[in-house]
């Protein structure tokens, strides 16, 4: 979620990654009927984040904590990637060992969040486990995609766009999740504001991604 500490003010940036989000929202709720199945759940994702993100944002410029919203949309945010990878990568291996994996992280998010000290603390053992998981299915897809070499017009591959933007998200935000803490406590707070603000330029590139793949249509 863009902006999810407290320290990060706003910033012109924040607002492009707000309409980023809303035209991708907007296009799953337009698309939704015309795009195949599987695909359907990724319009399904863009419209689950975009109360969230609306809200995280309003809560920001309030100047409240919105990192209690940051369980609902790690958790929700997995299990659409899954059941849309699912749809896509189309392996019995995968659809065997998925759901299993999707509980337990659910479960480890569920414990993580309510024993803890507090749901306005940001969590980032749950960001990284996330985002290897996301990275996992994506690195799946990838795999098939260059062993099969059924596609011929990668740029007319909708789901080319999603990996793709979803490799140079979680990559970076990784990154940001496994030395948030520590940069958070030895660090300035513009230095931290500087660290977050390539979190949100990555959010603008994964949902340009996902505003693109809603619209092309696939060739191959």
Known sequence: MADILSAISLSPLSSVSIVAILVAGFSGIVRFQQLPSSL??????????????LLGFWLMLVQHNNLFLMPIYTVGELVLLALLYKRTIRSA?????????????????GFDSLLGPSLHWFRPGQQVVQSLLVLGMVGWYFWKLMSELRV??????????????????FLGYLQI????????????????????????????????????????????
């Open 177 to 220: 999740a496994l030395f948030s803490n520590y940069l958070l406590r030895h660090y300035s707070a513009a230095f931290n504001r500087n660290v977050w603000a390539v979190e949100i330029l990555l959010t603008i590139v994964l949902h340009s991604c996902y505003s693109l793949a809603l619209w092309i249509r696939p060739r191959k």
């Open 152 to 169: 011929r017009h990668l740029e007319q591959e909708p789901m080319f766009w999603v990996s793709t933007g979803l490799v140079i998200y």
């Open 40 to 53: 359907r759940y990724l319009a399904a994702l863009t419209i689950f984040e975009l109360p969230l993100e």
């Open 93 to 109: 291996t995968f659809s065997r060992v998925m759901p299993g994996i999707v509980g337990a992280f659910i479960v480890y998010v």
